[in-house]
């Protein structure tokens, strides 16, 4: 997934290799996976607007899977050949998979840009560098698997590989180790299942990373099948599709200060942690969506970065904490007799300005979130707790309304700035607590992290 793609080749419908035609599929970050036609047959079968799957055959004969093709435009040329465009939802590179029903994996493993440096597990255990006659002596063992169990009947975990360059015959010896993210399954299971799993596990390190990293490569194993070119590896395929994780703007080769925590600050409760985070992701998904956009850096105007971390913060209370301030029959019974009281033709308007009446206001959401902190964050982020809180729900009233009567009660633009990172540092402090981190790790990750020097 980390370079750009072009595959010339035939393609074919799995029933009518027949009437296969040629083509080129290409991939690229920005425009995901792209095939053009060649059509020079008479068989009109791969000209439908949409198709499930194209298979491939490449000019190196290596066996490609299309799936979920749509027809993006239909066109004849100067010369008289038609030019048919598919938009591919994914490319399945290394077999070809006859039906939908059989694409079906039980390990998905991904490349991540920084992962070694936040895991920070290596194989070397001993380093003997003697510099009067510079001898070298080194011990190396790839380390061991780290899978653990995710709700879903799945687990989630870590996985390497080493190779050496080293030969009798040269100037150089390397041991280059990788890690890879890996979701393993129970059973096997569909594409999309396991790619959620993945999504999921893959915004826990956009949280670690605090960032975006880049997808470098994702492979999909299936242990029933066969390795078609070399039987002594295990049968998998290369996935590329359209990668909404990417950020160009991402600052490689991190240091760990760069991460918000690393593998080893919380490896004691690691097994407990990312089962929690599967577990809740999807109440606390869509506010580590929103998270996300901010810690992309995409030059966002400050107005939209403050509304998205109200957005996010709102979002995470409601969906762990709830939406209401009484139960909900004790607000049906209020709401009828405050509408029993009133004439008949102002009912429907004032039935329509209350319907939301038992929403949790903003004020109440930053209060509670606020006294789950450790007193060492608050004190430190901000002394004035209902000046601050004034500040934010004056502003977010601001920029909602633009209500020129507000605008004198709306935060500056470098204290609209400083309150972007400081409601960063309570969403993120609130969800690390929801994982199980101790107060210690909390503060640790708030004062190691470059959003400490925004605190007051």
């Known amino acids: 997934m980390n370079e750009d793609r072009s595959l010339q080749g035939i393609w074919f419908l799995p029933d009518k290799q027949s009437a296969a035609v040629g083509g080129v599929f290409s991939y690229s970050r920005k425009n995901g996976c792209r095939l053009e036609l060649i059509d020079q047959s008479s068989d009109d079968t791969l000209n439908n607007k ?3 799957i194209i298979l491939g055959i490449t000019s190196d004969s290596t066996p490609v899977t299309l799936l979920q093709c749509s027809r993006t435009s239909r066109s004849t040329n100067i010369k008289g050949v038609e030019i048919i465009k598919y938009r591919v939802q994914f490319a399945l590179i290394g077999h070809h998979f006859l039906s939908k029903e059989d694409v079906l994996f039980d390990k998905l493993k991904a490349s991540i840009t920084d992962l070694g440096t936040w895991a920070s597990i290596y194989g070397f255990s001993k380093l003997d560098v003697r510099q009067k006659e510079f001898t070298v002596n080194l011990t190396y063992k790839i380390p061991g698997d780290l899978h653990f169990p995710i709700p879903g009947n799945m ?6 590989d080493a190779s050496s360059t080293w030969i009798k015959e040269t100037e150089r010896a390397e041991i280059d180790q990788k890690i ?5 399954t129970v059973e096997l299971m569909p594409l999309n299942t396991i790619l959620a799993g993945f999504y999921t596990f893959y915004k826990f390190f956009s949280l670690s990373h605090y960032d975006a990293p880049p997808l470098l490569s994702l492979y999909l194993h299936n242990s029933t099948l066969k390795n078609e070119l070399n039987e002594k590896y295990p049968f998998r395929v290369e996935l590329l599709y359209s990668d909404n ?7 490689r080769d991190k240091i760990p200060p760069d991460f918000l ?13 990312i089962h929690q985070w599967f577990n809740l992701f999807e109440k606390i998904g869509p506010a580590i969506n929103l998270l996300n956009e901010l810690l992309m850096k995409r030059g966002l105007p400050i107005e939209v970065q403050f509304l998205i971390s109200i957005q996010a ?19 049906e019974k209020r709401m009828a007799a405050i509408l029993a009281s009133v004439p008949e033709e102002h009912k429907k308007w004032l039935k329509e300005n209350l319907q939301f009446s038992n929403e949790t206001k903003l004020r109440k959401r930053l209060a509670d979130l606020y006294e789950r902190l450790p007193v060492e964050i608050t004190e430190q982020l901000m002394k004035d707790k209902k000046g601050f809180i004034n500040d934010i729900v004056n502003t977010r009233n601001y ?9 004198s009660r709306a935060m500056d633009f470098k204290k609209t700035f400083n309150a972007v990172q400081k409601l960063k540092v309570i969403l993120i402090s609130s969800v690390l607590n929801e994982l199980g981190f101790t107060q210690e790790q909390v503060i640790q990750a708030m004062k190691m992290h470059i959003v400490y020097p925004f605190l007051d």
Not at 402 to 407: F, V
């Open 50 to 52: 949409d198709v499930d």
């Open 155 to 160: 687990k989630a975990g870590f996985e390497f």
């Open 180 to 184: 890879f993210a890996v979701i393993v």
């Open 245 to 251: 994780f990417y950020n160009a703007n991402y600052k």
């Open 261 to 273: 925590f690393l593998y080893t600050d919380i490896e004691s409760i690691f097994p407990t942690v």
């Open 313 to 331: 913060v709102e979002t995470f209370h409601r969906n762990i904490f709830g939406g209401v301030m009484i139960p909900e029959d004790e607000h």
């Open 399 to 407: 920029y909602t309304h633009y209500d020129s009567s507000l605008k």
